[in-house]
């Protein structure tokens, strides 16, 4: 599409407005559901909704599955059931769940009541697993043959199931009598085979199946690490339930990422989807509010050194460096071990291992930077002994923040805790006061 | 693999002590590259190394591939060139291309002169391409296949490049007389395709054919806005130079993801693959050295306003909390506007846009965040004047950081610098010379 996609909007809107349901069909035949989505985000929701209703109904419900989730929110509460029944009727079971699972209880339900008995199975099937497993994302069409048959039957079964998947397949699951997963052909070496060759000869026996039960973020691992373009589903008898495919995981390894991006930048993660001002304001206050009281708690401690600071004005001045850096080396190395628990499962001697090797590159950074702001105090301010004070805090917030950032992620991450949470604004807040508190602690004990 | 890498490692130790190659070879049957190179982390190099001779060639090279970076280049460093031409000539093009990319230059030429004539020229026009390219990234082998042949055709040509290609493809590519891509057939639509079909009359003529020159972050988006399992790469003229698989797409994402991650943590990216103390230094002084500096700026500034914290020392109390608020809320805007420059174009009326919704958002929480501090500050100091000066100062610098975050990295993005670089210590710091100066600038002129 070589629109951009307020441009087309605007065209779309144009022949919306006149009516003519023909010359709009025409404009829009060739054109992609996911370009058609992007270009929604620039129209008004009644106008999405009206033009849903003009298209075939295959494409529009690719539409609204491609439709960003605020704006597929707003279209969905102006559709009747009937309407989105007839959408959901249209897509792969995977997609069908999602949108279902958007709705409120209530219009759910009734949507669910007016599907055709075989989708209502399929659909209660699969919103009965949690929405972040392997059964939450994966699809029940699977094309799957017999281990005793022969490829020929293979290709006729997928001539059967063809009408209700999409062409985007890349493997013929095997299973055995009882119907459990015991291998899986690739389509190029079907293609390949005899027609007499029994699907046994063909077959891998490893197929990399998952649990229905497994977490999202498990399963993009394994398919990360393989590089495989899908793995299927089974429950824990070993029968085949589904199938997952790369492109629900790129979504996953994206929503990942922003989640622990989110939580370092102190926004909820839904942010990056979100336009409106009242859901910004309620993901970003408690943040805030948090943050704030953290700082009245560091004027507090200020006002504790009252004395101290007022006999030497000077402390003050040195007072945001101090909490600045130990922010920043917080940071560093807490985000440093939070992606390492993204993508590995760390053993305690492996994560000890790591700390050392933390606390020993924040030794070499703490000396330097001690140094550096010691010569700073004592040739501008001409007083050693400040310098002394601050240089020796400065060392030690930079080594204690290092520490707390290395250990937190990692014993949240052992408490089942999403280690991301070691960041944020209520942690850099009390590393503030705790750095203050070091601080003015050496400077009473030095220079009283 | 159940068994956990370390004491996986630990038993390949032992046998690799042994010198019983049978032995070792019966232990690693039905093992995967992917498992072996993970429980390579856990071996010296020079193990991993001896390892790698013992195995089968084909093999070794797959090892070779999934190895983390750092221990690859280790690892390649002990290796002859004869011994990594061997191993290189068994790998898919891209891999083949990554890996000779990753030599020295020398020992590059030298692999590259042992290569059989073919692999040597596909290798120097991969080579060719930059590195994070379409054409940097792509794999050469692709079966294609003219328009006016039939499908028995199409699917001879699958068996003659059976040999060479991995079984992971999902597309028979469709070439004109002149070699230029004109269409692509799905392999499940070929195998259901009468042998006499013609291509053109089962092909689909979208095929989201990608430049070789585009940015491989491009590819990305377009891979993900279309589900699609692997694209095409064209050169100028449209002829089908090679395909991209979206397991070498999910790496980009992932790599993106982090960038942004580690600049707001003001880290190395490189860093979430490293180990080394000497690295860690290396890459984090930078950063740290520059808010040091910024630091001493912010004294330097409290400095000027002596006089004034001398007279009312309760000021310096809340010297953090504007600071950290002021960091808190510009993270959070830069935050969300840079994720969303990473997923789509944005224009410069949608970014004013964003920046009002912003601003918009900020005027509620810097309000509420004002009020606060002014009753904390009222109510505990006993100075209703001091009340003013903290809550009016932090409604300032809480609206002067939200413009700056949102506007940031929209200005990058523009002068087409990566908008992350508006996070990180350097602009943190800035932020913290900012409120200050507004702080005690407001204090001066209301409390004298």
């Not at 209530?106 to 972040?132: F, N, S």
């Not at 799957?144 to 998947?165: G, L, N, P, Q």
């Amino acid at each position: 599409m070589d629109v951009a996609p307020e441009v087309y909007a605007s065209q779309l809107a144009q022949l919306l407005k006149s009516k003519d349901r023909a010359a709009l069909l025409h404009e829009i035949e060739g054109v992609e559901a996911a370009d058609l989505a992007l270009a929604a985000r620039h129209l008004p929701h009644e106008e999405t909704v009206e033009l849903l209703k003009l298209l075939p109904e295959e494409f529009s419900a690719d539409v609204i599955v491609h439709l960003e989730e605020d704006d597929r929110e707003e279209v969905l509460e102006r559709l009747t059931p009937r309407e989105i029944a007839d959408a959901v009727e249209e897509m792969a079971s995977d997609d069908a769940a999602d949108i279902v699972a958007e709705l409120e209880e209530e219009k759910a339900g009734e949507v669910v009541e007016l599907l055709e008995e075989e989708d209502r199975k399929e659909l209660v099937h699969l919103l009965a697993y949690p929405e972040d497993s392997a059964g939450g994302i994966m699809a029940l069409e699977v094309v799957s043959v017999r281990e005793d048959r022969t490829a020929a039957r293979a290709i006729e079964k997928i001539r059967e199931a063809f009408h209700e998947m999409s062409e985007d397949f890349y493997y013929v699951y095997v299973v055995d009598g009882s119907a459990r997963l015991v291998g899986m052909v690739p389509l190029a070496r079907l293609i390949l085979a005899a027609p007499d060759q029994t699907i046994r000869s063909i077959m891998d026996e490893e197929t990399h199946a998952v649990p229905a039960t497994m977490d999202q973020e498990d399963v993009a691992q394994i398919m990360e690490k393989y590089d495989l373009p899908s793995v299927p589903v089974v429950n824990e008898e070993g029968l085949l339930l589904g199938r997952i495919t790369v492109d629900d995981i790129v979504d996953v390894i994206r929503e990942e990422a922003e989640e622990d991006y989110s939580r370092l930048a102190g926004t909820g993660e839904e942010e990056f989807r979100e336009e409106s001002i009242t859901r910004k304001v309620a993901l970003r206050l408690p943040w805030l509010v948090t943050g704030l009281f953290g700082g009245v708690l560091s004027a507090v401690v200020l006002s504790r050194f009252e004395k101290n600071l007022q006999r030497v004005i000077a402390l003050a001045f040195f007072v945001p460096v101090i909490t600045a850096m130990g922010g920043n080396v917080a940071i560093q190395s807490s985000a440093v071990m939070i992606r390492k628990l993204a993508t590995e499962d760390i053993s305690a001697r492996e994560a000890i291992r790591r700390l050392f090797r933390e606390v020993g590159a924040s030794i070499v950074t703490g000396v330097t930077c001690s140094v550096l702001i010691f010569l700073t105090a004592w040739l501008w301010v001409h007083d050693r002994r400040l310098g002394y004070v601050v240089g020796g805090s400065m060392l030690t917030v930079i080594l204690m923040a290092t520490t707390l950032g290395a250990c937190v992620p990692f014993a949240l991450f052992r408490a089942r805790i999403d280690p991301a949470l070691a960041t944020g604004p209520f942690v850099t807040t009390s590393n503030d006061i705790l750095g203050i508190l070091v601080y003015l602690t050496l400077a009473r004990w030095m220079l009283s």
